[in-house]
C-alpha cells in the first residue's frame, strides 16, 4: 500500500525559517485542475496514508477540498487508516473542523512552536497563544488524532522557556507531540539574518535535547524518532513510510515520490508556473545505486532507532536499547549526523 502526499504551497505570509516550497498569492482554481490532472498519473494505486502538507493546507477552502476528495476516491483504491492535515491555529474553528471530519481527515497537524508570544514574534508566527491553545482544544474535542508541533532553540529561547512549552502541551494529552530544534537554512530571511549575526540561537542544543526527552518520555510519549513523540499505537503512520522506505507518492510542486521496487527516488521541480503548464510536471529523478541504498538505510533506520547491535557496537556508548533495538541516547541527537557518518 501507497502513502500519498498532497502539497499545499500557499500561505498568509512566509515564515523567517522556512525553507519548504511555498508561494504568498493564490491561484486556487488553476492548481486544484493541475493537482487533479496529476492524480491521473497514479491511477488504480492502492493506497492506505494521505497527508495534505505545505505550505499551509489548512488555507484550502471547502469546495476545493471536497473537489480533491472526491477525485482521490474515483482515482485512487483508497483504504485509508490515516489522513493528515496539517494546519495553522487560527484556522482551526469549529466549522472547518466538521468539514474535515466529514470528509475524512482524521489526523491534525497543529502548527503551535511556540506558546510564548514573545517566541510567535521571534519565529514570524502570526498567531496568538490564545489561539494555539483553543485549536489544540477543539481538534481534541472534535475526535482528532492530534499532533502539537513545536520548534525549540529558536533565537533568545532558553531552556525554561523550552521546559514550559512541553508542560503546556502535556496538559491537553494529545496523541503526539513533534518538537523539532531550529534549522537556520540558506536562502531563508534566518539564514541571510544568521550570516550576518543579526540572530543567534544557543549554543546549549544538547541540554535542549535532554530536557525535551526526559519531559515527553517522562509523561508517556516516546520518541519514536528523532523529533516525534507520541503515544503507544499513535505514531505517525505516513511518515513511517518515509522513514521505513515503503512506496509514497508526492502531488503538487516539489513533492517527493519513492518506488522501492525500482529503486527510484524522483520529485516533481519547485516551480509552481511549471506545474501549473506542463503535464506530467517536469522532475528530477535519482536511481538508488547499492551504495546509496545502503547509506539511506542506515541514516533513515538511525533516526527510528532501528539498528541492530553488531552495527552499533563500535559506539555502544552513544546508544541504548529501544524496542529490542537500539537508538541514539538523547544527549547525542545534538550531532546525530556526525554519528550517521560514522556509521556510513
Known amino acids: 500500500m501507497s502513502g500519498i502526499y498532497i502539497h499545499i504551497p500557499f500561505c498568509r505570509k512566509v515564515c523567517p525559517y522556512c525553507d519548504f516550497y511555498r508561494r504568498v498569492g493564490e491561484v486556487w482554481d488553476e492548481y486544484i485542475f493541475a493537482l487533479l490532472r496529476e492524480m491521473e498519473e497514479y491511477r488504480g494505486e492502492k493506497v492506505d496514508t494521505l ?39 487560527e484556522d482551526v474553528m469549529g466549522e472547518n473542523l466538521k468539514i474535515w471530519k466529514d470528509l475524512g481527515i482524521n489526523r491534525i497537524s497543529i502548527g503551535v512552536q511556540t506558546f510564548k508570544e514573545e517566541g510567535l514574534r521571534v519565529l514570524g508566527r502570526w498567531q496568538t497563544v490564545k489561539e494555539c491553545v483553543d485549536a489544540i482544544d477543539r481538534a481534541l474535542n472534535f475526535g482528532f488524532n492530534t499532533n502539537v508541533d513545536l520548534i525549540f532553540a529558536y533565537p533568545n529561547q532558553s531552556l525554561r522557556d523550552f521546559e514550559e512549552d512541553l508542560k503546556i502541551a502535556l496538559k491537553f494529552s494529545p496523541h503526539h507531540i513533534s518538537a523539532y ?164
Open 181 to 344: 530544534s531550529l534549522q537556520i537554512e540558506e536562502g531563508t530571511l534566518y539564514g541571510y539574518w544568521y550570516k550576518r549575526g543579526k540572530i543567534q540561537i544557543p549554543e546549549n542544543l544538547r541540554e535542549f535535547y535532554i530536557l525535551r526527552d526526559e519531559i515527553l518520555e517522562g509523561n508517556g510519549y516516546i520518541r519514536y524518532e528523532i523529533s516525534n513523540f507520541a503515544r503507544e499505537g499513535f505514531e505517525c503512520l505516513h511518515n513511517l513510510k518515509y522513514w521505513r522506505r515503503e512506496k509514497y507518492i508526492g502531488l503538487g510542486p516539489s513533492a517527493a515520490s519513492f518506488l522501492p521496487e525500482k529503486r527510484l527516488r524522483y520529485r516533481n521541480l519547485p516551480s509552481l508556473n511549471l506545474y501549473l503548464k506542463n503535464s506530467p510536471p517536469p522532475r528530477e529523478y535519482d536511481p538508488l545505486d547499492e551504495r546509496k541504498e545502503r547509506m539511506e538505510k542506515i541514516y533513515l533506520r538511525l533516526r527510528i532507532g532501528e539498528m541492530e547491535f553488531e552495527e552499533i557496537s563500535e559506539y555502544v556508548e552513544l546508544f541504548e536499547e529501544f524496542r529490542g533495538k537500539r537508538r541514539v541516547k538523547a544527549e547525542y541527537l545534538h550531532v546525530f549526523d556526525e554519528i550517521a557518518l560514522l556509521l556510513i
Open 51 to 89: 497527508y495534505f502538507g505545505g505550505g499551509t493546507p489548512s488555507l484550502t477552502k471547502p469546495k476545493q477540498l471536497e473537489a480533491i476528495f472526491d477525485k482521490i476516491f474515483k482515482t485512487f483504491k483508497l483504504e485509508a487508516k490515516e489522513i493528515t492535515l496539517e494546519a495553522n491555529p
